[in-house]
């Protein structure tokens, strides 16, 4: 009998997301998984929004050509720049009972659980700032929340350049966060908007002031996944079950697993693709 596979399918433009897929492999283990990284068009956090949208639908649709029924996108940018418009304009026409989703409002719904004063900080990519994704979000969830943005566009390059332990990384993160909290001194909860900064908790902890809260999504993003294959049971009946877990990208396969290994221990069964 052929094994059937219908996996969950999770797409980067780069490898940040693979923060997020460790924290699908460790609560949703029994789940297959496709990971696609458009690491060869890297970054996206730069590129306009009919750029990001060509890109990411693309991948979507070789996810879909893949078998997976359900996508993540664990990219920030992408949810940001294509999400709603894949989910208004394409899905209908591609397969109207197969969905995709994003990073941005998972998160967005936790806030409330996190800030006291109503204040909080964006840190993402100039991409994601632009778009300004987070404060139209959280604004139908949470009116009453001030945000306050800061692009650091260094950020990304001195993770995937393996500089983020470096002297000049401290440099960059300490300028962000500073201006950040210039900008708004009320300010009691702030929100890594980007799949990469987990790798620089350590130094953005060091930065901000105690008494700030620091959201990394990794977390809030698998448990949201969980609880929406609850509440859809339909579409958790089409997620194959066998624990596998396969990684395509659009580098080359050595520079992957080169990259890779510094955002998820677990990356094995490594394939090129194009787009």
Not at 28 to 45: M, V
Not at 106 to 116: D, F, L, N, R
Not at 259 to 264: D, K, V
């Amino acid at each position: 009998m052929i094994q059937k596979i219908n996996p969950i399918g999770v797409f980067d433009s780069g490898y940040g997301g693979l923060t997020v897929l460790s924290e699908f492999f460790d609560l949703l283990p029994e789940y297959d998984f496709y990971y696609l990284g458009d690491n060869a068009r890297s970054p996206y956090g730069p590129r306009s929004f009919d750029t990001v949208y060509a890109y990411t639908l693309q991948a979507v649709k070789k996810l879909f050509e893949m078998g997976c029924h359900l996508v993540i996108l664990a990219c920030n940018t992408a949810s940001a720049k294509a999400l709603r418009s894949i989910q208004q304009n394409d899905l209908p026409g591609i397969d109207p009972n197969r969905r995709v989703l994003g990073v941005i409002r998972p998160s967005v719904e936790a806030i409330g659980t996190y800030t006291k004063t109503n204040h909080i900080g964006i840190l993402g990519t100039s991409g994601t700032v632009i778009s300004n994704s987070y404060p139209l979000e959280i604004k139908k969830i949470y009116p009453e929340i001030s945000v306050t943005q800061e692009a650091c566009p260094m950020w990304v390059p001195l993770v995937e350049n393996n500089e983020h332990n470096s002297i000049g990384a401290d440099y960059f993160i300490e300028k962000n966060i500073h201006s950040l909290i210039q900008k708004n001194n009320q300010l009691d909860t702030i929100i890594l908007a980007c799949t990469h900064y987990p790798l620089l908790f350590e130094k953005i902890r060091k930065y901000v002031p105690e008494n700030i809260n620091i959201i990394s999504q990794g977390k809030i993003v698998a448990k949201s996944l969980k609880d929406y294959l609850h509440r859809h049971p339909e579409m958790d009946d089409k997620c194959s079950k066998n624990n596998i877990r396969k990684f395509f990208t659009t580098e080359s396969v050595e520079i992957f697993m080169e990259r890779a290994q510094l955002f998820c221990e677990q990356i094995e069964n490594i394939e090129h693709l194009e787009l």
